[in-house]
């Protein structure tokens, strides 16, 4: 190996530990990959140009050329940033994996489970309802005259008293029920284990908790806001998501018209 080859090989060797070692603090997955690829293609380069060093004779002191012994050292550290590289990659993939499942699932305003998740959770929890014979409730839940909040204090205080209502919401059912936004200002919770009775308590709960609560979001002015709420309870066993759903709505809609600020139930 000549001397030319051998600065340009220790130069871009000790460049790329150094870029490894800052794309362990955090660089993207594309980074990761490319760095960990360069330490480790430098590295084997590094072997084979010596015809392929074995690293343990340094170890053993059977190792006596210095430039062997220097490069046997190098070797080992590209390699290990390489590993570490490699390792780290690994974890950003499965931290991109979970993030966007999470993302899949969430509803990106209120950070509730979004529909689709909402309906796949509930079917499950139905199957389950059926097979055990237990009681269970679903509620829906919509923000009266919400067209009003947007129109006079904008969109973006509109989506405030989203997040608020939807965090007031999740304060307050158990963690078990499955809270989800249908989309615009329409909430719903579904109550296993949970009869009417039950229901009602909680539904209660939320309708008064909200109508009490005075919404801290336009500058020094408080925003106050109600809800209604349409409550489907056992008895519909059979039914499938889509058709208690529905029922919830009847009841919902029977809600706005009879008032609004009150709960429902189907009949
Ligand atoms: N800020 C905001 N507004 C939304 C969002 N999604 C839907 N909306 C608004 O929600 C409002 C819903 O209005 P309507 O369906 O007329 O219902 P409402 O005014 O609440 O009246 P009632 O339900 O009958 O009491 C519309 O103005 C939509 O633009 C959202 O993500 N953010």
Not at 12 to 31: D, E, K, M, N
Not at 170 to 180: A, C, Y
């Amino acid at each position: 190996m000549s001397h030319f080859t051998l600065i340009t090989l220790i130069l871009s060797a000790t460049t790329q530990a150094l870029a490894a070692i800052i794309a362990l603090r955090g660089l993207h997955l594309a980074g990761s990959f490319r760095l960990s690829w360069i330490c480790i293609s430098a590295a084997l380069f590094l072997m084979l140009e010596r015809r392929v060093i074995p690293i343990w004779h340094i170890y053993a002191g059977r190792q006596e050329d210095p430039l062997n012994t220097f490069i046997g050292l190098a070797v080992s550290l590209l390699m290990l940033c390489g590993v570490i590289g490699l390792k780290r990659l690994f974890q950003l993939m499965h931290a991109n994996e979970v993030e966007l499942e999470r993302l899949a699932h969430t509803d990106f305003l209120t950070g509730l489970n979004n529909r689709r998740y909402f309906m796949k959770k509930v079917k499950q929890e139905l199957i389950r309802a059926v097979r055990y014979d237990s009681a269970f409730s679903l509620m829906m839940l919509d923000i009266d005259f919400f067209k009003k909040v947007n129109d006079t204090y904008g969109h973006h205080i509109g989506d405030i008293v989203l997040q608020k209502v939807a965090r007031h919401c999740q304060k307050t059912v158990r963690s078990i029920d499955i809270i989800g936004r249908l989309g615009g200002e329409e909430f719903a919770v579904f109550l296993p284990e949970s009869g009417y009775d039950r229901a009602y308590d909680v539904a209660e709960r939320l309708r008064s908790g909200i109508e009490e609560t005075l919404l801290e979001c336009v500058g020094d002015n408080l925003l106050h806001v109600t809800v209604s709420i349409g409550l489907v309870s056992t008895g519909h066993t059979g039914n499938s998501i889509d058709e208690l759903l529905d029922l919830a709505d009847k009841a919902l809609y029977e809600a706005k018209t009879s008032g609004r600020n009150r709960i429902c139930r189907s009949q």
